[in-house]
């Protein structure tokens, strides 16, 4: 399970993200979320951001439950 990055940045938390933040993704999703900066929705299922196939829910990113591989709040 990996909480940071291999250039040891921490990989945002599913806890502290809420509708209408930003985040910013690695360049390895297959999905057309690599590399952007994208506004967290939400719905009935919970957080996620569109993809080109429908909706990447956040959860499923979080290993451990908590940090979202690939996933950086956008500064």
Excluded at 59 to 67: I, N, R
Aim: charged share 30%; glycine share 12%; aromatic share 6%.
């Amino acid at each position: 399970m990996s909480t940071h990055s291999k250039d040891g940045r921490e990989w945002a938390k599913l806890s502290q993200l809420k509708l209408g933040d930003r985040i910013a993704t690695d360049g390895d999703f297959t999905c057309g979320i690599s590399n952007k900066t994208l506004a967290i929705e939400r719905d009935d299922h919970g957080l996620y951001v569109p993809c080109d196939e429908g909706n990447h829910y956040l959860d499923g990113q979080a290993d451990d439950g908590e940090h979202l591989v690939g996933i950086w709040p956008a500064e």
